[in-house]
């Protein structure tokens, strides 16, 4: 996992690697714009807690630095969008709202269902973030819940693209096509030669050798 956080910025903070626990606590060794080094620990960094080296200060909610050389860098560079963590920790947060949230739209397909989040996860955003980092997450992939009828934790979650999160869902089927079954119904029209609307007019009329099967029986 670490080798995912290095080279990230983190306010005006670059990881450069990761160096000996102290106590148990993961560090990592940042290098800062002004030019110094320091030891940040993971949890910290996850928390965008430390956002320099120290040479930044704020002032009545303005962001100011003695060493004029930085005020540019400040700028330019600093904003709540300089946490590469941004993503996974409003991931975290979307699955919460969606197990406990019933005020959450998509709550009735997931909370209502009987899906929740491991007990380690909630307790422990970083713990969340941890597995993600060390899991195959990458820019562009979705979590996917293996077993659709349990719910979030590290035994059941992986990271997919958006095709196979879509074929994983409770209400996937199956496209029998001329007694030849496809896991969608783009790999149908493709592997037929025919098109979706023709694949679909046909299993939806019962056509010989035409059909949908669900994937997942009963849910």
Known sequence: MED?????KFGVLTVEAECEPISGVRMFMCTCACGNKVKVSFSV???????????????HGIMYSKKPALSNIIKNEFSVKSD?????????????????NKKCDSYRYYGAMGVTMCEEWLKSKAAFVEFCLSHGYEEGLQIDRIDTSKGYSPENCRFVTAYENLNNRRNSKWWVVNGKKYDSLQAASIGSGMSK????????????????????PGE
């Open 45 to 59: 960094l996850l928390r965008t807690k430390s956002i320099s080296c120290g040479c930044l200060k704020i002032k």
């Open 197 to 216: 609307c023709k694949i679909t007019y046909r299993c939806n009329q019962g056509k010989n050798s035409f059909n949908t099967i669900p994937k997942y």
């Open 84 to 100: 590469p963590l941004r993503k996974l920790k409003r991931l975290y947060l979307y699955i919460k709202h969606r197990c406990y």
């Open 4 to 8: 995912r956080l290095i080279g990230k």
